[in-house]
């Protein structure tokens, strides 16, 4: 009788489990099968192998990927010369007119985190599927008269990186699953809000990626998951612009 129970208390448990929300891959509010049909939708498998580069404000990027390879760099002029940053998986290096000066470099890990937050963003939504990412469906909105999944992503602090306590929330079009806003919690140098807007679509050589209006946060207590209705009622304070210049892709 005993074993009956035992059994029958299992098949209840698993029936509820399996009804919670973004348990169900079929479920069209499964936050992970959102997050794989805006990749597909932005690039899919073209982000495994590509190169691209671009300029930001005053410095040129170059992004290349190969089935896990990657490789990140930086270039700028300053007073001192030529300056090359790279950042790929063995770590980060600087370089001076060729040279390798990263044993001189106070700031390896602020450099670091500058060269991989710039090449996050303009690849968004592609490290949506890292390991280390927790994804929470927090359910719908309309912005601009448009409609769109909401969807908080958090980190693991295993392979989260040094960033792992940052959060973002993610507004990703119902219809045609592109992910057009996001905002972000951050901790480092001071730590702030942010919410970014599009302002101009690249779709070059099979990726999109996007120009960004960028505004600051409220400075409040005010959830980032609550930007999307500050945004859409003119609340918020533009602060800069992200724009990725002479695009290329290949």
Known sequence: MKKIDITLI???WLLVISCQPGNDPNDPNDPQRIIDKVIENHGGTRYDNFYASF???DRHYTIERKNGIFQYERHFSDPSGEIKDVLNNDGFSRYLNEHDITDTVARVAAYARSVNSVVYFAILPYPLNDPAVNKTYLGTEEIKGQPYHKILVTFEANGGGEDH???FVYWIHRTNYTMDYLAYL????GGGKRFRAPMKVHDVGG???YDYENYKGTGDETAIEDYGQLYDQGKLELLSKIELKNLEVR
């Open 165 to 167: 306590s940052d959060e």
């Open 186 to 189: 951050y901790f480092t140098e």
């Open 207 to 209: 990726l999109r990626f």
């Open 55 to 57: 300029d930001f404000r």
């Open 10 to 12: 299992t098949l209840v």
